[in-house]
């Protein structure tokens, strides 16, 4: 099954990043701040500082082990020592820093078109080029444990089941995972009662 992470913003802070810090750091052309676009930047990394805030309703939100945000994902060193070693070959691990401790963010680089892992027959826009429905050939993309899509224009960051069973097991929490990878929005959890971590 290919799940569509979410960030868990109604529990759970959300990794946010001052412009100013980021192109101190990365040098005052740098897009990293905002850009979903799938390129890399270890080469010339320096790592900076980052915050958390509540995104959501709540102002009592924790601080999460794995947070996503723009095509990253947000590693706590627990999550990193966990989960780094099958996380390397779909992208890159940068260093950050948050209240005085070291973590990372996950660039994710796996595209599914780089398998041809997107079905073409099921997979829709409308007028305005909105995704409408999305489908991946899960045999051409099992080989991904994250990857993205530029038929969504780099928004999501799909996973196969290696992944959520390793968040699972782990125990670590920030993410929804849904099936409804057509949906850009999470799943309410009042009424189909999704897979939160």
Not at 28 to 35: G, K, Q, R, Y
Not at 117 to 146: C, M, P, R, W, Y
Not at 163 to 190: H, M, Q, T, V, Y
Request: proline share 5%; charged share 20%.
């Amino acid at each position: 099954m290919i799940y569509l992470i979410h960030p868990d913003y109604q529990l759970y802070k959300s990794f946010v990043l001052d412009n100013k810090v980021v192109r101190k750091a990365l040098g005052s052309e740098t897009l990293f701040h905002f850009s979903r676009a799938p390129q890399s930047y270890l080469d010339g990394w320096q790592p900076f500082e980052i915050g958390f805030a509540a995104l959501g309703v709540s102002e009592k939100a924790a601080m999460p082990d794995i947070m996503v945000r723009n095509g990253r994902l947000f590693l706590t060193a627990p999550a990193f020592a966990a989960l780094g070693g099958l996380l390397e070959k779909h992208g890159e691990f940068l260093p950050v820093t948050y209240g005085g401790k070291d973590g990372h963010l996950f660039n994710v680089l796996s595209l599914a078109e780089s398998v041809k892992g997107i079905d073409t027959k099921l997979s829709t826009k409308n007028e305005f080029g909105e995704v409408q429905s999305l489908a991946f050939h899960e045999d051409k993309v099992k080989g991904l444990l994250l990857f993205r899509t530029a038929f969504d224009g780099y928004m999501g960051i799909y996973c196969t089941e290696g992944f959520k069973a390793a968040i699972d097991e782990s125990n670590f929490k920030g993410l929804i995972f849904s099936n409804d990878i057509g949906s850009i929005f999470p799943p309410d959890a009042d009424v189909s009662g999704p897979s939160s971590h």
